[in-house]
């Protein structure tokens, strides 16, 4: 299977600071998402990004697939951001795989 | 309102107890999933189903049983559970098993006493 590391584990944050963080593949993947988990246990869609950059408000996802790598940046942190983000990625032989996830606190 | 929803989202039970997580997709997609999250844990695909045949089971105990009988709905029947078994169930469906973006439903918390 795909191997996927989360970077940091951990992160808290300043309300209003800006952070990134990490997702590396150990293969090829063609379908990738970041996730972000709300404290009753929902993942809830960010982004649906296997290449590229894309922006939605605050945030922004970065992949460059060659490279088997993930950013998400997250701008003016507020407190609602807080919980665990989840990337995952696939490819057509595979299943979607996730990492262990960054859980994030912005503080107020 | 979800696109993917779950029920119950709490449960409790013993271990001799039969119960069900049902889950049904408004999205018009093929495929459905089961995945099961435990603390500290990376996500754990269970079973995959497309247009109702099971395409994929990683070797999930038998005490876990899906059935799926129709594209929309997806039920997972517990049997005979263990303590550890205590987890969040996550279901998920996506356009085409292994492609596109997955949805995920608000989950079902077990708890096996």
């Known amino acids: 299977g795909i191997q996927v590391e989360q970077s940091p584990p951990d992160l808290i944050l300043q309300e209003g600071a800006n952070s990134t963080l990490r997702c590396n593949f150990s293969d090829s993947v063609n379908n990738l998402q970041w996730f972000h988990q709300n404290p009753w246990g929902q993942l809830i869609n960010l982004f649906y990004?296997?290449?590229g950059t894309k922006q939605n408000g605050r945030l922004s996802a970065t992949t460059v697939a060659t490279e088997r790598y993930s950013l998400l940046y997250i701008s003016s942190s507020q407190t609602t951001d807080s919980g665990v983000y989840f990337c995952?990625?696939?490819?057509?032989?595979?299943?979607?795989?996730f990492g262990t996830g960054t859980s994030l606190t912005v503080i107020p | 309102e979800t696109g993917v929803t779950q029920t119950p989202r709490h449960l409790v039970m013993g271990m001799t107890n039969k119960k069900s997580l049902k889950c049904e997709q408004h999205?018009?997609?093929?495929?459905m999933y089961w995945y099961k999250q435990s603390a500290k844990k990376p996500l754990e695909l269970m079973f995959v189903?497309?247009?109702?045949?099971?395409?994929e089971n990683n070797s999930v105990p038998s005490r876990f049983s899906p059935e799926c009988p129709n594209s929309s709905h997806l039920f997972l029947h517990l049997h005979t559970l263990q303590p550890e078994d205590s987890a969040l169930y996550l279901c998920a469906s996506s356009p085409g098993v292994r492609t596109g973006e997955l949805f995920f439903g608000e989950g079902s918390r077990l708890t096996v006493l």
């Open positions: 990004i296997p290449s």
């Open positions: 995952a990625g696939g490819n057509t032989g595979n299943q979607f795989y």
């Open positions: 999205l018009g997609h093929n495929a």
């Open positions: 189903y497309s247009l109702e045949e099971r395409v």
